[in-house]
């Protein structure tokens, strides 16, 4: 999936869109609400007092340390999912050692 140029999320129809399920973003996607800064899209989370877009607050390009920095806790992120889907002690402790590895 590509992505797209940023998004402002107060354009018409687009915040009711992704709220309602017709929209998917994938994350990591730039948004912004207005005349704000430019933020990273990471997932909408739905529960039964409703529904929450999680951004990740982001300044800087995409190429220079801060890009770094995100890419590098989505990796850290993907590995805690991985690791909270594990049965055994042993894989669950080889998601610790590459958690570990990652955030050096």
Known sequence: MKYL???DMQQQGLYEALIEGQLKLQSGQWIRFGEGPRSR???VLRNDRGVVISVRAYHGSSSGEAGKKY???RRIEKLREKYRKTRTNEDKQAFIEAIKGESK
């Open 5 to 7: 140029p940023t998004l």
């Open 41 to 43: 899209f990471h997932k």
């Open 71 to 73: 890419l590098q806790s």
